[in-house]
């Protein structure tokens, strides 16, 4: 059964997603960075390190949200980001930080749907998503529709968030994640139910080798998974 931000309501989980984000698009990026002590930024500076010897031309930045994973492809250089989000709060909010930062000519953000993406065949030289696969409807058909839209050779790069396995870090994790991080998101934000989400939608995420499993089902090869912070996210690559 799907893991749903709202469920007391009637809507699938796409549009429930789409719906939190609208509802906590202006203080996301704040929250981001607060709930994660600022070590999210980390964790998207080495994804990207990741890329630069594939010196990418044009990059897709799927789950986009604000741009912030658009914004630090930026240090490989390439000629374009375009970045996709199925919430226009989100995107919006985005808009205006590129514009603040005049970056519009090299990123452009798109509303769209992650599992039906609006490109052709083999367009990408790489597709990078952070903390947006688990938000998926449909993992498997996000997953193949990306093989789909990047070019023969080209990388993929997700970071998500994943499920600590040492002691006592684990329990200290568990402990934060269920009653801390929901607690100061519902005041902040002013959504009661986004933050639950939150470690409900991690729980149930298939992480590490069982990711694996499905991102090699999905065509990709040479997959690795790499923990990051003793393992609250991994890096996971793949190649067309």
């Not at 990418?56 to 799927?62: A, G, S, T, V, Y």
């Not at 367009?123 to 938000?135: E, H, T, Y």
């Not at 002691?167 to 200290?172: D, G, N, S």
């Amino acid at each position: 059964m799907a893991v749903l931000p709202y469920k007391e309501e009637q809507l699938g989980k796409k549009e429930q997603v789409a719906k939190m984000f609208d509802n906590i698009s202006r203080r996301y990026d704040l929250l981001n960075h607060v709930l994660s002590f600022g070590v999210d930024i980390i964790w998207r500076k080495k994804a990207i390190k990741m890329l630069k010897p594939e010196q990418p031309n044009l990059i897709l930045d799927i789950a986009t949200g604000t741009g912030d994973f658009a914004i630090e492809a930026l240090a490989l250089n390439p000629e374009k980001v375009i970045g996709v989000d199925i919430s226009e709060g989100m995107l919006a909010v985005g808009r205006k930080k590129l514009a603040k930062m005049g970056l519009t000519d090299k990123i452009e953000l798109q509303l769209g749907d992650s599992e039906k993406l609006l490109f052709s065949d083999n367009k990408f030289d790489a597709i990078i998503v952070s903390f947006g696969v688990r938000n998926f409807e449909n993992l498997e058909k996000g997953l193949e529709d990306m093989y789909r839209v990047l070019k023969p050779g080209g990388t993929t790069v997700i970071v998500e968030f994943s499920k600590p396995t040492v002691f006592p870090f684990r329990q200290l994790y568990n402990f934060y994640f269920r009653y801390i991080l929901p607690l100061i998101g519902k005041i902040i934000s002013k959504d009661n139910s986004a933050y639950s989400y939150l470690p409900e939608s991690v729980q149930a995420f298939p992480c590490g080798e069982k990711f694996l499993e499905i991102f090699n089902k999905a065509g990709f090869k040479n997959t690795i998974c790499r923990p990051l912070t003793f393992g609250i996210s991994s890096i996971y690559v793949g190649q067309k």
